[in-house]
């Protein structure tokens, strides 16, 4: 009889765990959708850029010797491109620390450093290659970007663009956010971590 009565309540209990697990994910969806302050959505560190601008490699040429041996790279991977203006006169303190945590915000990416490429755009050849002599950084490549792209950021906001500020393009051409030249390497990454996570491409 004892044993009987074991069965019985092990299979009643059986049952009942069933039906709880059966019954907890919709009990959650409904939590869930009457609550959705429970939900922690991310927040892009960099600035959305809605909608995108096109950037393509065709609307760069590249500066240098070095830029043009790796400049095929741009077609299939992330950029983190600084844009230096028509009306900057160099590349200043702000805009050589942006630079260097670019360059840092680069290896840390560690397996995915292949997946990004860092490049400053100038809006002429001569500034370019003044800049370009004082910085000192292996890595970095450097191209003239067409007028019409420069134009375009420079719309986005109603000060001049700051010299050192970053765009973030993805390998499909859109440069979709957008970063104060003081940005945060670690939030960047943050960006970036998420993105690779989600993209197929780059």
Not at 68 to 85: G, Y
Request: net charge positive.
């Amino acid at each position: 009889m004892t044993n009987t009565n074991n069965n019985h309540n092990k299979s009643w209990r059986t049952i009942t765990l069933m039906f709880v697990m059966a019954l907890l994910p919709i009990v959650l969806a409904i939590l869930f959708y009457f609550n959705p302050q429970w939900i922690k959505h991310y927040k892009n560190y960099g600035a959305l850029i809605t909608p995108p601008i096109e950037l393509q490699k065709t609307d760069l040429t590249a500066l240098g010797a070095f830029s043009e041996q790796h400049f095929d790279e741009l077609d299939e991977r992330w950029l983190l491109i600084h844009v230096i203006p028509e009306h900057a006169i160099d590349c200043d303190a702000v805009c050589r620390k942006s630079v260097f945590h670019s360059h840092q915000l680069w290896l840390m990416l560690n397996q995915n450093l292949m997946r990004l490429r860092r490049v400053m755009v100038f809006s002429d050849a001569e500034t370019g290659s003044r800049i370009q002599s004082t910085i000192n950084d292996p890595y970095l490549l450097y191209a003239v970007g067409r007028q019409s792209f420069l134009t375009k950021l420079a719309a986005l906001h109603s000060a001049p663009i700051a010299a050192g500020t970053v765009v973030l393009r993805d390998p499909l051409g859109n440069v979709m956010l957008w970063y104060n030249p003081d940005f945060d390497p670690y939030k960047v990454k943050k960006d970036l971590s998420r993105l690779f996570r989600t993209s197929r491409v780059g």
